[in-house]
């Protein structure tokens, strides 16, 4: 199967700070990588799809200015949370897709994010 | 967006069969079923995916009901290692993309 991973694994920082979470398509190159929130005990809920080299489609509802996406390569996009506060502590899991297999998005394992 | 709606819990007997329900009432002629399980704090794992007819692979079959209002997800012989929630989703196709819509999930315990 094809493998994605997410750095760092869980991070706190202070409110008032930014936050850049990495997720890297280690086997694959990724046509699509998507960015998920999921607050405790509650489902995911699509953030941003993003394609190599384009601007990402937001959610409606995602502050385009507070979480930065940046897809530089087809294997690497970035989350920044820019100016975090305590309600955006949360579960943030990334996938991908590959050309090969564009129906089955591959999840990362997820970045834990504490906003004190 | 098409919603999906999935009862909040279920449990069944190691070695049993576990069927997940899942209702789709408002889902569209071109947009498939898909289920995802998630263990916890992990990232969500692809278990199978439809659109009309019946699908089977090594981790399940899905089941659509005729009207496409409604599916089931079977895992044959569950076992302990099964026991997660269990996503029904609606993918919604757009421009050369798509995006997984997910539902509340099902918690499946499996009881030894």
């Known amino acids: 199967g094809a493998v994605v991973s997410q750095h760092p694994s869980w991070v706190i920082c202070k409110s008032g700070t930014s936050v850049k979470i990495e997720c890297r398509s280690l086997?694959?190159?990724?046509?699509?990588m998507f960015w998920y929130r999921q607050f405790p005990k509650q489902s995911l809920m699509l953030m941003a799809t993003?394609?190599?080299?384009?601007?990402?489609?937001?959610e409606q509802g995602v502050e385009k200015d507070k979480f930065l996406i940046n897809h530089a390569s087809l294997t690497l996009s970035t989350l920044t949370v820019t100016s975090a506060h305590p309600e955006d502590s949360s579960f943030y899991i990334c996938?991908?897709?590959?050309?090969?297999?564009?129906?089955?998005?591959?999840f990362g394992p997820g970045t834990r994010l504490t906003v004190t | 967006d098409a919603k999906t709606t999935q009862p909040t819990s279920m449990d069944c007997a190691e070695g049993r069969a576990a069927n997940l329900p899942c209702n789709h009432s408002?889902?569209?002629?071109?947009?498939?079923v898909y289920w995802y399980r998630q263990i916890h704090s992990q990232g969500p794992q692809y278990i199978i995916h439809?659109?009309?007819n019946n699908e089977t692979n090594e981790m399940a079959s899905l089941i659509i009901t005729e009207d496409r209002k409604s599916s089931t997800l079977i895992l044959p012989h569950a076992t302990l290692r099964d026991t997660a929630v269990y996503y029904c989703?609606?993918?919604?196709?757009?421009?050369?993309?798509?995006?997984?819509?997910f539902g509340s999930g099902t918690r499946l315990l499996v009881r030894p």
């Open positions: 086997d694959f190159q990724a046509t699509t």
């Open positions: 996938s991908a897709t590959r050309r090969d297999r564009g129906y089955e998005q591959y």
């Open positions: 993003s394609n190599e080299g384009s601007k990402a489609t937001y």
């Open positions: 408002t889902i569209s002629g071109n947009e498939y």
């Open positions: 439809g659109l009309k």
């Open positions: 989703i609606v993918r919604v196709d757009r421009d050369s993309s798509y995006k997984l819509i």
